[in-house]
């Protein structure tokens, strides 16, 4: 008599808990992965498309698409930038909003020096 009644009532009785885990967030969620640029940053890089990023830099070493995101890195020997593009909204051609930047040891350097060095090639 337990398994015929007491699993479905546990169950039911379990079911409704999970509803007060999530946090409820207002308005419209943005796009997945997607975290907008507030303002303009390392040498004009962040806001910069595909195409943009190729006439500061010539051809990526890297160009990795993935549905939510894609990465660019760009090397010339003395550092290496990966510059992550995500789309503003559906359908729209993605931009950069995040930028990581190394030396040639593989320590992390300031993104903008990075950029310099890359425009000089």
Same mark, same amino acid.
């Given at each position: 008599?337990?398994?015929?009644?007491?699993?479905? %009532?546990? @169950?039911? %009785?379990?079911?409704?808990?999970?509803?007060?885990?999530?946090?409820?967030?207002?308005?419209?969620?943005?796009?997945?992965?997607?975290? =907008? #640029?507030?303002? =303009?940053? &390392?040498?004009? !890089?962040?806001? @910069?498309?595909?195409?943009?990023?190729?006439? %500061?830099?010539?051809? &990526? $070493?890297?160009? !990795? +698409?993935? &549905?939510?995101?894609?990465?660019?890195?760009? #090397?010339?020997?003395?550092?290496?930038?990966?510059?992550?593009?995500?789309? =503003?909204?559906?359908? $729209?051609? &993605? /931009?950069?909003?995040? /930028?990581?930047?190394?030396?040639? #040891?593989?320590?992390?350097?300031?993104?903008?020096?990075? #950029?310099?060095?890359? +425009?000089?090639?």
């Amino acid at each position: 008599m337990l398994l015929r009644f007491g699993f479905p %009532l546990l @169950a039911l %009785l379990l079911s409704g808990c999970g509803a007060s885990l999530v946090p409820r967030t207002g308005g419209q969620a943005p796009a997945v992965g997607y975290a =907008p #640029a507030k303002r =303009p940053q &390392p040498g004009g !890089i962040v806001g @910069a498309d595909a195409r943009g990023l190729q006439r %500061l830099f010539g051809e &990526p $070493r890297l160009d !990795i +698409r993935d &549905p939510a995101v894609r990465k660019l890195q760009f #090397a010339n020997g003395q550092c290496v930038l990966d510059a992550y593009l995500y789309p =503003p909204a559906a359908n $729209r051609e &993605p /931009v950069v909003t995040h /930028v990581d930047a190394r030396n040639s #040891a593989g320590d992390d350097m300031d993104a903008a020096a990075c #950029a310099g060095l890359l +425009r000089r090639r």
